[in-house]
Structure formats: structure tokens, C-alpha cells
Nanobody, 123 residues
């Protein structure tokens, strides 16, 4: 089992930055691919970006260049640095982990999920 706990969400203005953290515990973290997803009210959960066990990253087009995902295997934590935030980034953000090491973009392929953290960007 893996437990994931997100933190760092909040209410910010357009153009601001936030850094989300996802602390993992329970199994070997360094071998797991990690993903960040978000879900806005009335919308489906969508893939934001992810990082493989080796540090390869991939991002949704609308956040590429603004968001950066990193991981610290020693701290078993993955981060989502969000810059130049826009109102359309408002959502609950979820961290997810796979049992496998490969990076994928679809939520059913992730095995463990955090409880989510709210990010609200005001205009």
C-alpha cells in the first residue's frame, strides 16, 4: 500500500505561484511513476503532468512552460511548482502513484491517490 498526502493548495491571484507537495509512504517510492491530476467543478478529472522513476516529465499542453514537476526520492515527495497561475487552473489537485515505473497519462493506470488539495485562482 501507498499513502499519499497533498499539501500546498490555497487561494491566489492571477499570475501568482504555488507549490504543491505530495508526501508518499508505504512502499518503494523511487520505483514508482507519479502523476498530478486536477478536477474542476462540473468537469472530469484531467492529467496535468507526471514524472517517471528516472525523472522524465510530461505535461498537459496548457500547463507546459508554467508548471514543473520534480521528485525527491530521499524525502519520498513529489512536487508540482505552478507559476503564472490562471483562473482556469482552479481545481482540486490530486497526486497519484503507480506500482510501475513508466509514466502514463490516464487515471485508471494509477493505483494510489491522495485526498486532493484545492487551488483557487482569482481573476
Amino acid at each position: 500500500q501507498v499513502q499519499l498526502v497533498e499539501s500546498g493548495g490555497g487561494l491566489v491571484q492571477t499570475g501568482a505561484s504555488l507549490r504543491l507537495s505530495c508526501a508518499a509512504s508505504g512502499r518503494t517510492f523511487s520505483n514508482s511513476a507519479m502523476g498530478w491530476f486536477r478536477q474542476a467543478p462540473g468537469k472530469e478529472r484531467e492529467f496535468v503532468g507526471g514524472i517517471s522513476w528516472s525523472g522524465v516529465t510530461y505535461y498537459k499542453d496548457s500547463v507546459r512552460g508554467r508548471f514543473t514537476i520534480s521528485r525527491d526520492n530521499a524525502k519520498t515527495t513529489v512536487y508540482l511548482q505552478m507559476n503564472s497561475l490562471k483562473p482556469e487552473d482552479t481545481a482540486v489537485y490530486y497526486c497519484a502513484a503507480r506500482r510501475s515505473s513508466g509514466l502514463v497519462r490516464t487515471s485508471p493506470e494509477y493505483d494510489y491517490w491522495g485526498q486532493g488539495t484545492q487551488v483557487t485562482v482569482s481573476s
